[in-house]
């Protein structure tokens, strides 16, 4: 996984040393320029784009790549936090819009988001299996003993349960799953909706403590 790091001088160091220890490949460009030249010559999965570079800025950066189909994702990195200028932002093509400063727990929690969705590392298995449960991306089924049980389940529940299957075992946060299942369509508070559809995927799934919640920290499978 090849990062392309876009920012002041001093973010993009510390945002390369970090993202290296985590153990992704990374590159930084200072400039708008630098960024274009870089994924034209280079193998780039994710961009981390500021908004306001230098000679060619952010915005031109991602119209360049929504107009030419570059096959990259991009997480916007800026100061403008009006939901105009995230609104601005999305529509131009990104991804994610990630408002500075920001915590670093949740920058990696959205690359990781992105990558479920581009089918990288874990995501691209067909079937996932945890414990009894057997989910079947394929066909979009899911089983409970051991392939036995059809359990059918919304789309909305199929997604949750598909993000914490992903996760094998690992927490998934609120923000995390409003995301990746319900594509942030602005339905109000994201933690409503998550906790009714948990109440109902444990019921259908046969146990209340399959599905573990901590505050803070998110859902997982047990």
Not at 75 to 85: G, H, K, R, Y
Not at 195 to 204: F, N
């Amino acid at each position: 996984m090849r990062i392309l790091v876009e920012d002041d001088r001093e973010l993009s160091a510390a945002l390369d040393d970090a993202l290296r220890y985590e153990g992704y490949a990374t590159g930084v460009a200072s400039t708008g320029v630098e960024a274009l030249q870089a994924l034209a010559d280079t193998d780039v999965d994710i961009v981390l784009l500021d908004r306001d570079l230098p000679v060619l800025s952010g915005d031109a950066v991602m119209a360049t790549i929504a107009a030419n189909r570059i096959p990259v994702a991009v997480i916007m990195l800026t100061a403008a936090a009006e939901v105009s200028d995230r609104v601005s932002g999305l529509d131009l093509g990104a991804d994610d819009y990630l408002t500075k400063p920001f915590a670093y727990p949740e920058l990696l929690a959205r690359i990781r988001a992105l990558q479920r969705r581009a089918g990288k590392g874990s995501a691209t298995q067909a079937v996932l299996t945890r414990g009894d449960l057997t989910l079947d991306s394929t066909r979009r089924l899911v089983f409970r003993d051991h392939g036995r049980t059809l359990v059918k389940l919304t789309p909305k529940e199929y997604g949750v349960l598909l993000e914490l299957m992903r996760a094998d075992g690992g927490y998934v946060g609120v923000d995390e799953l409003y995301r990746s299942v319900w594509d942030g369509d602005g339905l109000g508070d994201p933690s409503d909706a998550i906790k009714t559809t948990m109440y109902s995927l444990r019921r259908k799934l046969g146990g209340r403590d399959l599905i573990v919640s901590t505050r803070g920290e998110g859902y997982r499978l047990a």
